[in-house]
């Protein structure tokens, strides 16, 4: 049977790919938990130190998997808020808080709760062809996954508005220039950069990075005085890290750090 996410161990990194590309990788249940737990897995995974999260074919992810979401045979529709409650926000939950980096590369169309679940990531690398739809209002749904927190906060409350209106797709391009994403690349380069980009995040300062992910989840709320706590006291422990030690040592002997994670 194929999977519909399937997951590759790399070597200090695993490569996650949604798999069901005749519906341009749409979400339904089983999908989803399998996802959650592959998260979960590599979130415990000390050999694993950085995430590559993408695509199969020519879309990143379409969202819901809307065949659930229509009544049939007398069974009613998917209970939206359930599935939410079940299975998308713990997912963006758990790559918020998985304690090494998630890069997204968005190799196609990433519509409704899919280009929410891409802008979860803390890298995010498109194609150019690649668009992003807020596709929510077509439905009669509003933005979710995140997208209500991830879109001002990206891209400011006008942008964020107008895009989840209207439901129009930005392109990538757009997207980059806006600060929605990292960076667009061209669609044949897409592998080979997040690729690269992952290999070098997964060779770098693991536990900060888990550090980061803690302080800037953080700093979406909090004034500047209790940021700057919660910097000391993240620095604090991330001072106490062999990796912190060991490049400190690099420094001085002016050659490269052999960082390892801890
Ligand atoms: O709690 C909750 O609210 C639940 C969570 C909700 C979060 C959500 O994600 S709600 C939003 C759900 N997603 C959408 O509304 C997007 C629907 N799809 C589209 O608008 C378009 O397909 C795209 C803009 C993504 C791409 O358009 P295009 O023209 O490139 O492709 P296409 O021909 O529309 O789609 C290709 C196939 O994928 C097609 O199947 P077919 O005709 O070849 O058999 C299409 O039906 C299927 N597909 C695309 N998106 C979905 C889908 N099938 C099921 N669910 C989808 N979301």
Request: aromatic share 6%.
């Amino acid at each position: 049977m194929t999977e519909t996410v399937t997951i590759e161990d790399c070597g200090g990194w695993s490569r996650v790919t949604l798999n069901r590309p005749e519906r341009l990788n749409a979400l339904n249940e089983p999908t989803l938990e399998r996802l959650l737990a592959i998260l979960h897995r590599l979130a415990e995974d000390e050999g694993c130190r950085a995430v590559l999260l993408t695509g199969a074919g020519r879309g990143f992810c379409a969202g819901q998997d809307l065949a659930d979401c229509v009544p049939q045979d007398g069974r009613p529709g998917l209970d939206l808020a359930g599935i939410m409650e079940r299975c998308y926000n713990p997912l963006v939950r758990l790559i918020r808080t998985m304690p090494k980096p998630v890069v997204c590369a968005v190799n196609g169309v990433a519509a409704g709760g899919g280009a929410n679940l891409a802008l979860a990531g803390d890298i995010v690398v498109a194609a150019r062809s690649a668009t992003f739809v807020q596709a929510f209002a077509k439905i009669g749904l509003i933005p979710d996954v995140g997208g209500t927190y991830f879109l001002p906060r990206l891209v400011g409350d006008a942008r964020a508005r107008a895009l989840s209106f209207l439901a129009e797709p930005v392109g990538a391009e757009q997207a980059a220039a806006w600060g929605m994403i990292w960076r667009a690349v061209d669609d044949d380069r897409l592998a080979a950069e997040t690729v690269a980009l992952v290999e070098r995040l997964a060779s770098q300062p693991t536990q900060a990075f888990a550090l980061m992910k803690r302080a800037f989840a953080q700093s979406a709320t909090n004034t500047l005085d209790a940021q700057l706590e919660v910097e000391r006291s993240l620095q604090g422990a991330a001072g106490a890290t062999p990796d912190h030690a060991e490049g400190l040592a690099a420094f001085f002997a002016k050659r490269a750090p052999n960082f390892t994670g801890r």
